[in-house]
């Protein structure tokens, strides 16, 4: 689903701008944060993936961030990598068109990519601040750029950003840092269970929700809370 098309560096704000369909007449648009958060809330699942696509750029890979943080755009990286907590990461055709690697850094840079060099492939935004267009040297607006060869850094000036939820397909369950939670069905209660797991609780009495179960060597049945 895409969230925002922007045609130059922007203002960073929690609300919605423009319209979605604003991006066919080349008109920058934006969800809001609580959209964003109400789709990626809406899956039943741990972590999500953000696609960053340069239109007519340097490059005609896309960059994608995975990361269980809800979406804040007034956070550095959208709130990716917030309070410097890890964050994965891949740049392909498809996100499974190459690997997928973790970084601790405190901003979205596909630089930190084993594949990636500091050349027209490069993605990078607020590298500097909480929301920083580079080559402008703003600390008030935010742009994605390119690598150092690419015309010193060259801002990405039209882009789309895109959320999937759930799990990606075609990617190895081992490169998933976040425990597939959907995987093990719908219980009353973990006394229900048939192996430990993630499992949607739903009582009947409040919505449902998702928690871990696990049985000991007793035999009881234990939720982590």
Request: glycine share 8%; aromatic share 16%.
């Amino acid at each position: 689903m895409d969230i925002m098309f922007q045609t130059a560096d922007y203002a960073p704000d929690f609300g919605s701008a423009g319209e979605f369909y604003n991006e066919h007449f080349g008109i920058s648009y934006k969800l809001s944060d609580k959209q964003i958060n109400a789709v990626i809330n809406s899956n039943n699942t741990f972590g999500h993936t953000y696609r960053v696509h340069g239109h007519e750029e340097w490059t005609y890979l896309n960059y994608y961030i995975m990361t269980s943080e809800l979406f804040d755009d007034e956070e550095r990286g959208y709130g990716a990598p917030i309070d410097g907590s890890f964050y994965m990461h891949s740049e392909g055709e498809l996100p499974s068109t190459n690997a997928w690697e973790v970084a601790y850094n405190d901003n979205p840079d596909s630089l930190g990519l084993s594949y990636i060099g500091n050349d027209e492939d490069r993605y990078f935004c607020d590298h500097s601040y909480t929301y920083n267009c580079y080559p402008e040297g703003t600390s008030t607006t935010r742009c994605w750029s390119s690598g150092s060869s690419a015309s010193d850094h060259d801002q990405i000036d039209s882009f789309t950003m895109s959320v999937h939820v759930g799990r990606l397909a075609n990617i190895a369950e081992s490169e998933y840092p976040f425990p597939n939670i959907a995987g093990e069905g719908t219980v009353l209660n973990c006394n229900d269970m048939d192996k430990d797991g993630y499992y949607n609780i739903d009582t009947g009495t409040v919505d449902p929700f998702m928690a871990y179960c696990s049985r000991d060597g007793d035999g009881n049945a234990w939720m982590e809370v």
